[in-house]
């Protein structure tokens, strides 16, 4: 199972100022997630949101350890460093989204391979035990 442990602050930093960029060859997309997505609104309204979600203190999440690269990564690069986490609905609603995002080593781009709602629900109910377990 992958560890649950709060964001780094560094992989946050990262993510956010790519995100902020919005430049498409810095963020590629799988078509699930853009699918997904595209029943909330437009991508470049994604990157907000996801802005505004890792901006929170004490965002929790789930390292997921060799998520392949997507097409257009950079030459060589090894997997990212990816982490699965939480976000508030974006239409209010109680039902939280998944979204999972890689991070490469040159901090230069991201791969964002989730953004749906989160339809498991043990993501919430191991991050709640996780912190609750935490000394």
Sequence with gaps: MNS????????????????????????????RA??????????YQACEFLVGALQRPGV??????????????????K???????LCKHPFGLSKPLYAKIGLYDDHLSIDLFSLHIDLKGDLEIRIAQAQK???
Excluded: C
């Design 4 to 31: 649950v442990e709060p964001l780094p602050q560094n992989w946050r930093e990262a993510v956010i100022r790519i995100l902020r960029g919005g430049a498409p060859a810095q963020i590629r997309w799988t078509l």
């Design 34 to 43: 853009q699918m997904d997505w595209s029943q909330f609104g437009l991508p």
């Design 60 to 77: 929790w999440g789930e390292h997921i350890a060799g998520m392949m690269p997507l097409p257009g990564a950079p030459k060589g690069a």
């Design 79 to 85: 997997p990212p460093q990816a982490f699965a986490f």
């Design 133 to 135: 377990n935490r000394p």
